[in-house]
């Protein structure tokens, strides 16, 4: 068992000061000053850190994507320290542009791997183009028999590179999505990958005019790329909708116009949208490709999962968001909207995943992650097989 004694606990929300015994994997006990004789438990003094939940990346491209540049583009996998050093304790996988060289059934081997290494994760079964990559041959089979799938994507939208999925083809997919969802008892999310093409939001705006399929099927990503989507965003959320922001950026898409998340967060709240409905998520491993206005690629790099919270340290030391919020959107929020019911918060029953931060600079501290502590001191203590 593991006891960490005299947090300040956000879980997110503010929880006052106590004690967490975790034992089993689970947080077995949240109560004020626990005794538990020393020989049956390792001891944590958090005194002078924040206790906060293990954060959710619920986009990750964990084996790799990219290739837009051709063979020697494609982007390499993801290695536990990553996770680790960004306190990540949830990876959500997902494919990329290239559906065709990496596939699905090497996407859900990569997952089990990282769940053996100490993380956990889902997927999300689908590619950029539709018809989408499955397992099984549809999404609903895939919801149901495959327990580390959530949901279909990254599906891509208003991209050169998209499929340009027509408004048919979409609705059907999201229509696939909620019944596998429902009979699954999972989110069936459909994670939309949203380009710079001046289209935007608008198909998406069209599905849930026209269709029965309500806004909370939905998570569109990317919406900070650029400030005419950013704009879009703010109606969409303020409307019901759910928003997710990307850390991963480049130079050139911050010269391009590219609204950074902290600033993109504290502008959303400030336009009144619900802070529930704003996420954060990495598109680690993926690629970062720098297209010029014809569409030719200029340059090409990788997303990293370790800016998924430096990004939620800007919004709170740069742009004064209260760090209780801004935490919702790598906690509660995605934990929430995916439906992943033992993740995402601090509370009796959860599965033990918690990160302590240094409540001076945020600095990550030690994480724990089902109840095994991965770092310590600011110390990676466990590392992938090959690493
Ligand atoms: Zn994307």
New binding site residues.
Partial sequence: MLLIKNAEVLTPTPGGRCDILIGGGQILRMEADIRIPRKYCEVIDARNLVVVPGFIDAHVHMMGGGGEGGFATRTPDLQLTDAIRGGITTVVGCL?TDGYTRSMPALLAKAKGLEEEGISTYLYSGSYGVPVRTLFSTIEEDLLFIDKVIGTG?V?ISDHRSSQPTFEALAQLAGTARRGGMLSGKAGIVNL?LGDGIRGLEILRRILKETEIPASQFLP??INRNPHLFEEGIAYAKSGGFVDFTTSTVQAYLDDGEVPCGVALRRMLEAGVDPGHITFTS?GQ?SLPDFDDRGRLRGISVGRVTTLFAAVRDAVLQEKVPLETALRVITSNPAHILKLRSKGNLAVGLDADVVLLDPKNLEIHTVIAKGRTLMKARKPLAKGIFE
Avoid: S
Wanted: avoid cysteine.
């Fill in positions: 990329g990254e891509a990958h990503t990317h598109d993926g």
